[in-house]
């Protein structure tokens, strides 16, 4: 069964591009949440994670701080 | 053994790269990321064929570059030690160790820390060192910029769409910018400058909501949630032995990118190449990468 992807992201923001560039190379479907244009959507990320670094990646309910390409890895079983 | 080994992957290591290839070399790139701060860098205006480009879209057009070719690439890698023996370079990262006969250093610079109380608690709790990645995340909030430089200007123009107010905390009598930066920077309603200001400490709770500090004699409190460092950058080269640096420990080399050891090269912003731009940085790479091949024709 395919696990629910999210990931936060700005536009600006480098190491947010790289990882929904490593979740389309692995054909992982996931929904980016920008929060520079949506303030609740942010304020959702702030409290889940308890940091205000982008990007945060959920799967599954579990949250991933920053591209960690190891972690994402694990919990996703690629 | 490699022929050569590459320490960053931001314009200097990634153009190093591309020559390293098409001079037919074996060699492996190490880096913590690909772009550097090129990935960090806000709106790009002076990269010759692109008359506008934002910083992430150059790195990826870096990484898509040298993508095509079949690059060994370790990234994630952190290097600890570069040591100069008597027939090789040895690299030593946190994962493992490698070995060569030449190596470049293009490992560029990072922020410079405040070394305040209260700074490592506060990283990514309200406090970055990236106003073009974390800026959007602090709508309609009252922010300090810390540094009165041109960084500190630029992270100060790109938040005054989003932020409330903006204090510039300055420890300089004043602005040091360029003259239009600090024109526009002056003139907007929305921003206090603070001069001849120093840090003292950072409080808060989960998140940061003050920031002490002090004006000449005068201390005081600002409520404020968030705090973008913009104080000058420092070269990544603590792991290289043996090699010279200059008085602000930028790796000295000569016009053909040469450092005082044999076969290690040095490229961009780490060295101490006049001026930091990513298009010089790249050219460096270039030269490096073609010196190295030079003498690795000598000494294969």
Known sequence: ?78 | MYDLIIIGAGPAGITASVYAVRKGLDFLVISEDIGGQTALSGDVANYTGYQFISGPELAAKFEEHISQYNISLKEGETVTQTKKTADCIEVTTNKGSYSAKSLIIASGKRSRQLNVPGEKEFKNRGLTYCATCDGPLFKAKDVVVIGGGNSGLDATMGLLKIVNKIYIVNNAPQLTGDKILIEKVEANSKVTILNSTQVLEIKGETFLNEIKIKTEAKEQTLAVEGIFVEIGLIPNCEFALGIDKNQINEIKIDPENRTNLEGVFAAGDVTDVIEKQIIIAAGEGAKAALSAFKYLSRVL
Do not use: W
Not at chain 1, 24 to 36: L, R, T
Not at chain 1, 49 to 56: K, R, T
Not at chain 1, 60 to 73: A, H, N, P, R, S
């Open chain 1, 1 to 78: 069964m395919s696990k629910k992807v999210k990931i936060y992201s700005t536009p600006s923001c480098s190491f947010c591009h790289r990882a929904k560039d490593y979740l389309k190379a692995n054909n992982i479907d996931f929904e980016d949440v920008d929060v520079s244009l949506d303030t609740q959507k942010a304020e959702e990320m702030v409290k889940a994670s308890g940091q205000m670094g982008v990007p945060v990646i959920d799967i599954d309910g579990q949250l991933i701080v920053g591209f960690d390409k190891e972690k994402i890895k694990a919990l996703l079983g690629i």
